[in-house]
């Protein structure tokens, strides 16, 4: 799953690649005392596609990032889980801790004499 989306993000350089090539092709042709009128139109054709399916993924990217976030449920992530262990164990050792200042405490006013 997470190399798919790794495969994916490639992906999705390679078109920001193709969108600063068709960008660059654009604005050397429009440079050109007589720019040649079809090729700049399958220029800008090929910039629009290439613009439009990078925003498609990245917006795909972006909800799935914001689902994994906001700890909604999602089928591979285990975060929360992990998350969630993690916190209990740091709350028992903390409830050690403060037992073991408690029984010593206990025992320093035991070992007092009482008057």
Avoid: W
Wanted: glycine letters at 6%.
């Amino acid at each position: 799953m997470a190399t798919d989306r790794l495969r994916a993000l490639e992906d999705v350089e390679k078109e920001i690649a193709t969108v600063l090539l068709s960008a660059g092709n654009i604005v050397l042709e429009l440079s050109k005392d007589k720019s040649n009128g079809s090729y700049l139109e399958r220029q800008i054709v090929q910039f629009q596609g290439a613009v439009n399916r990078v925003e498609t993924e990245l917006s795909g990217h972006i909800r799935y990032l914001t689902q994994v976030a906001t700890g909604q449920p999602h089928e591979g992530s285990t975060y929360s889980a992990r998350k969630d262990c993690q916190m209990a164990l740091n709350r028992a050792e903390y409830a050690k801790v403060k037992l073991g200042e408690l029984g010593r405490t206990c025992e320093v006013m035991l070992e007092q004499p009482q008057t």
